[in-house]
Nanobody, 122 residues
Framework: QEKLVQSGGGSVEAGGSLRLSCAASGFTGSKYCMGWFRQAPGKEREGVALIHSTGETTYVDFVKGRFTNSKHNANKVMYLQMNSLQIEDMAMYYC????????????????WGQGTQVTVST
C-alpha cells in the first residue's frame, strides 16, 4: 500500500530553520513527481516546491532562496529544508506524490502525507 509519512516541523522563531521529511513506501515502477504544499488557516492549500520526474526542482517565488527541496532516492525520503523562516511561512505542510501517465505526464493519482505543523513566532 502506497504511503507517505511526514516528520519534522515544529516551532521556531522568525529567521530560524526547520527541516521536514517525507518517507515514501509501497510505490513501485511508473513515473512520479513529488513536492510540498502548505495551508494556513483560512487560506487555500498552495504549492511550495516540486521535484519533477526529470529530477528538476522548482519553487514558488515566495520561498526561492530560502527553502531547498531534495530527495534521497536510496531510502525514498524527500526533505524540505526551510531557512530564514518568516511569520508568513506558518502553516500546515503536506508532502505529496503524484503518479504520472508515462506518455502524457498528466497526474493520474495523488497521494498525500498526514501533514505537519510549522509555527513561526516573533
Amino acid at each position: 500500500q502506497e504511503k507517505l509519512v511526514q516528520s519534522g516541523g515544529g516551532s521556531v522563531e522568525a529567521g530560524g530553520s526547520l527541516r521536514l521529511s517525507c518517507a515514501a513506501s509501497g510505490f513501485t515502477g511508473s513515473k512520479y513527481c513529488m513536492g510540498w504544499f502548505r495551508q494556513a488557516p483560512g487560506k487555500e492549500r498552495e504549492g511550495v516546491a516540486l521535484i519533477h520526474s526529470t529530477g528538476e526542482t522548482t519553487y514558488v517565488d515566495f520561498v526561492k532562496g530560502r527553502f531547498t527541496n531534495s530527495k534521497h532516492n536510496a531510502n525514498k525520503v524527500m526533505y524540505l529544508q526551510m531557512n530564514s523562516l518568516q511569520i508568513e511561512d506558518m502553516a500546515m505542510y503536506y508532502c505529496a506524490q503524484a503518479r504520472l501517465d508515462t506518455d502524457t505526464n498528466i497526474a493520474r493519482q495523488n497521494y498525500w502525507g498526514q501533514g505537519t505543523q510549522v509555527t513561526v513566532s516573533t
